[in-house]
């Protein structure tokens, strides 16, 4: 049995047709520990609360493996930059589509998770899957977070924000990464 955390991004309430809850649902079908939590105020977070939460989240579970979409996969860089996250306290990490800097900036209710200085090292194997078209990110997920963080990176053909919008409910791809690290990635 696995342990996993699930962390979804702004304005995400959760819905039941998105692929995190498929996700967590076919986890825990098959067994496995999952945490996915409705973090605080997702119309309009603030960043302490959400690494609070984070924080917490990570003593009570304890995961193995962490999948961040758009906000979280940002959140999850400034925990790490913070040090909140250290060598060993996860085994890998997904970061799924996060969003650009310039257009965290152009939203007040999130300017305040523009991604902190990348110049820090990941505590662990993480890798990172985009859209080649995300609306989120023009300038490009591996160009933006990719290359500087020097990790692997995905980029689907026409998957935009990978959310439900884009044809994102069930994502069959997520969950062999999940179950096994080396797994390729695929447009739905």
């Given at each position: 049995m696995t342990a996993y955390l699930i962390l979804h991004g702004w304005q995400n309430h959760r819905p039941k047709d998105h692929w995190q809850h498929w996700l967590a649902d076919r986890l825990t079908g098959l067994g496995h520990q999952v945490t996915y939590p409705q973090l605080p105020d997702p119309d309009d977070p603030e960043l302490e609360v959400w690494l609070s939460e984070l924080s917490r989240h990570l003593a009570e579970a304890r995961p193995e493996v962490v999948v961040g979409h758009s906000a979280s996969a940002v959140l999850w860089l400034h925990a790490v930059a913070r040090g909140l996250v250290k060598a060993g306290d996860v085994d890998r990490v997904l970061l799924v589509a996060p969003p650009s800097p310039s257009v965290l900036a152009g939203y007040p209710e999130v300017a305040q998770f523009a991604p902190p200085s990348l110049d820090f090292a990941l505590p662990g194997p993480t890798r990172l899957v985009a859209g080649d078209d995300d609306p989120y990110c023009p300038e490009g997920?591996?160009?933006?977070?990719?290359?500087?963080?020097?990790?692997?990176?995905?980029?689907?053909?026409?998957?935009a924000h990978l959310d439900l919008d884009a044809g994102y409910g069930s994502w069959p791809a997520v969950l062999d990464w999940c179950l096994d690290p080396e797994a390729e990635f695929t447009v739905r």
């Open positions: 997920a591996r160009e933006t977070y990719g290359e500087p963080l020097g990790i692997p990176t995905d980029l689907l053909s026409g998957a």
